[in-house]
């Protein structure tokens, strides 16, 4: 993902390259304001007093406003989004972000917070002219308690980062995704990011301890227990987890971090058809127990896609599914066994067609590539539709199938992958270019069926700029009036984050 | 404790055995008002007409108003607060809960809702008469996927109940606590309740999947999604997760359930001090990983009171210190070598004196028990000031040696229990009687100590109406002001359980 944005800067250093580029939709993406159709609100444009104020704060290194300095932080890793901001804001300290929000918020200036920039939703990128408030230099650890397994961290802290540094004490951290690299702590616990470990480790809202956020006004909200209990009045951190940046700046976490497995242990086998998927996850939960720490189905599309971007052969033959089981345990002769025997009954059943198990670091890492390479695959050279939505388990997967007949040859591919054990699929669908007929041949079908289905229209990757509009099909009108209510009291100018995760009254 | 509500019955058949009793100590608490020194607020007082509009919503059989009949409604299980709640309704569906709420809402009526009235804070009984709004007829199991580990019940459901039940499908549920066969799970859920393993299965914001709740103007907020994964919008569920019905009655709830562990094994170790307590949880935590389930501290007092209470034999012989650990594992030869392994090698350290481990279900039940029946055996026959507080797992028992000093002969005993592998310690300081003296000696003396320590002074029971004068010591005031403001816009008659959780500002 750096690579990405090393290119854009390499690209863009003159501005008439920018201006020749910047309707090419292979390398810069359409202004989201057009692409999504949205009128810009009633906002202060930030102007030269507002920079001097800015430059007070931060020094003028932390203030970017060359176009060419600024462009990467305004379109996002996938390409899909791009705003138009004009002021990148760089700020060290929670009093920094505190004194920003105060003044912006006194201004009435849209603030657009920012952490890695890998949201898929467009959530980390301006839709207009909002400052962007980028967290990257807020990349301290501050702590570490490696008997209960607390770390307490900036917010710009990178999430591989931080579990190199808590492996050393013999920790990991309670989440895991593929762009772990580049993506930020605080980016996480605001979109509330699930990953590839929920399964076994559980989700944010259990492994968050502690929370400090700033609020629009400028108000610095501490929360940052570090106690695994604590019921003192209202559970403010859960707010800010998963609000995306609108209701809050969230500036440090504190986390609980699992012990580090002893035993690592990856299986990967081939199936015939998904109803064995299912039965081999009910098997799996039953054998593995409390060592299963991922269950993760790939269809054969995808895993292509992934080996061809990888230029690498399949670490198993063909097979129309795949599944990645991973297990973490702390005595590998127990794991191991429990492992073997379950394979050796899978297959026995003929649930497992073909498999491959190991313990060694490379051969593992080899496996996770292939599942963690799919999105990367599926966007490069090409433009990407994709949807990441849960469903109950048995309605799983039909929706592939589905959309595969409905896009007939319009679609180079379609293909499904994701996290069986939370019922979390993504599905990309992959064609030549970007067009409005695609799109509508999709939408709104693909959120019908999932409606329909019980399911939700975004599991793990939040609503940013993208789905707004969509989350009546997962949650009624009373609960978003609670939540615009609620934004209305902790943000009343609206300025943090406008033009995401809720929808506008007309929508 | 059914027992205890009984009683209470069959003493107050008759009004003037009501007057005889209601001043005695012994057998009635003082009214809350009067203890804690509350003036009444503003509230309507229900009068005939408001009765009419009850009994033509619910029928006559289910608005309690005989003096006799609310009695055990106005007092709590530990016998520390009571009401003068004239008034006790028993809804039995959400839209009767909404109609309720609405039209006192529209009247400014007061509303206790109640669930098992187990609280330890006062949280479930009423300050004046505040109108009881008792959810034990909502107690119908509505769904169990069994593949995925979801259940969805009523608010009203008994914990214990739910076990059962979901024991039937080789699931248990996440939380247990001593109060099982009394609590409701949305009292649970609305004080985000603790329990004994936590350790294992995490905390409630991690397992609950859904919530319907009723907002005091009536509006039915239905998050009741049975997703592992969702992030569409604001995370509502987590606004009613711990607030104690002062921002919404819980209705319903969809509870992620662990598999049910085919192997359970319990051990109970003596030990010389507190600090190789400490030792023994980290070694733990290395050897027995992934099946340790709960890891409890009991000091000898508070064992020797439960031995006394249940009038059985110490399980080991006495120590000043004592360990229970439980394991969930799947595998029966492989957790057996495990714990086998860790108490031979911690018997040859010596940080274990003396053990003994069981996987016997009779024989684990009676070690259970001893663990269990604590806070009943201190409640027996005295006055008993039971706390419950988060500190660092270093600080862990300092406060309890401290408090002994301090009190002297004051007290007939002070003891210490509790989750240490979650940091929470219960402190039981037992007197012969309540008296100011001896709580201006305990406290805010405690509070103090729990702050310095960077604790919380409500670890897993929440703030009822004991504690918001207190809160103030593990949250700043610019957070309790964001609490303030969330209950304004989600109750802005604030006729949800008063004089509850949030301080007034005078406080």
């Known amino acids: 993902m750096l690579n990405f944005v090393n290119l854009f800067v390499r690209h863009v250093t003159k501005q008439n390259v920018l201006v020749k580029l910047q309707y090419s939709s292979q390398v810069l993406p359409q ?8 009128t810009r609100k009633d906002f202060t444009t930030a102007e030269s007093r507002d920079l001097d104020y800015f430059k007070k704060i931060l020094g003028a290194q932390r203030v970017l406003t060359e176009d060419s300095d600024v462009l990467p932080f305004n379109v996002d890793w996938f390409k899909n ?10 700020p060290k300290s929670v009093q920094e972000v505190s004194q920003i929000l105060s003044y912006c918020n006194q201004r009435k200036i849209a603030i657009c917070p920012q952490g890695g920039n890998t949201s898929v939703v467009g959530g980390g990128v301006p839709m207009f002219d909002e400052v962007i408030l980028n967290l990257s230099l ?65 989700n944010l809202h259990g492994s968050i301890l502690g ?4 609020k629009a006004d400028g108000t610095i909200i501490n929360c940052l227990k570090t106690l695994k ?11 800010f987890i998963g609000s995306e940046g609108t209701l809050g700046v969230v500036t440090k976490v504190a986390i609980h ?19 064995n998927i299912l039965k081999l996850y009910r098997s799996a939960k039953s054998s593995l127990g409390e060592i299963l720490s991922a269950f993760e189905m790939i269809d ?7 080996a061809k971007y990888l230029n690498q052969n399949l670490p198993i033959s063909e097979y129309p599914f795949y599944v990645l089981v991973e297990t973490h345990g702390s005595n590998e002769t127990h794991d191991e066994e429990k492992l073997t025997q379950f394979l050796s009954k899978e297959m026995e059943s003929g649930l497992i067609l073909d498999g491959t198990v190991t313990s060694e670091p490379g051969k593992m890492q080899y496996i996770w590539r292939f599942r963690e390479s799919i999105p990367a695959a599926d966007l490069a050279g090409a433009y990407l539709y994709t949807y990441d939505v849960s469903l109950p388990q048995n309605h799983y997967y039909e929706i592939v199938p589905l959309l595969r007949e409905r896009l007939g040859d319009k679609a180079t591919k379609v293909c499904g992958f994701g996290h069986i054990g939370d019922g979390n699929i993504h599905i990309d669908v992959v064609v030549p270019e970007y067009s409005s007929e695609i799109t509508n041949i999709i939408e709104p079908f693909l959120f019908e069926e999932v409606a329909k289905r019980n399911g939700s229209v975004s599991a793990e990757h939040g609503v940013g700029c993208r789905k ?14 609670l939540m615009r209510d609620l934004k209305n009291v902790m943000d009343p100018n609206g300025i943090l984050n406008p033009y995401k995760v809720l929808p506008d009254v007309y929508e």
Do not use: W
């Not at 989004?81 to 760089?90: A, P, T, Y």
């Open 138 to 202: 807020m990349n301290q650890i501050i702590s570490l308690d490696a008997i209960s397994g607390t770390l307490v961290c900036e917010a710009g802290c990178i999430l591989e980062n931080l579990d190199n540094y808590v492996r050393e004490h013999e920790l990991i951290m309670p989440i895991d995704l593929g762009a772990k690299g580049t993506c930020h702590i605080g980016g996480n616990v605001s979109t509330n990011a699930g990953g590839i470990r929920l399964l076994r480790y559980g």
């Open 229 to 239: 209990k604590d019921n003192t009045g209202y559970h403010l951190k859960h707010l």
């Open 31 to 38: 202004f989201s304001s057009e692409k999504y159709n949205k």
């Open 211 to 214: 929370v400090e956020a700033v």
């Open 81 to 90: 989004c791009r705003g138009q901001s004009k002021i990148v804001l760089k």
């Open 300 to 306: 054969r599309e995808a895993l292509n896609s992934s």
């Open 257 to 275: 971090c699992p012990v580090k497995p002893k035993s690592v242990t990856v299986g990967f086998f081939g199936l015939d058809n998904f109803k």
């Open 468 to 481: 707004p509009h969509l989350i009546h099909y997962s949650v009624d009108e009373d609960a978003i009036q």
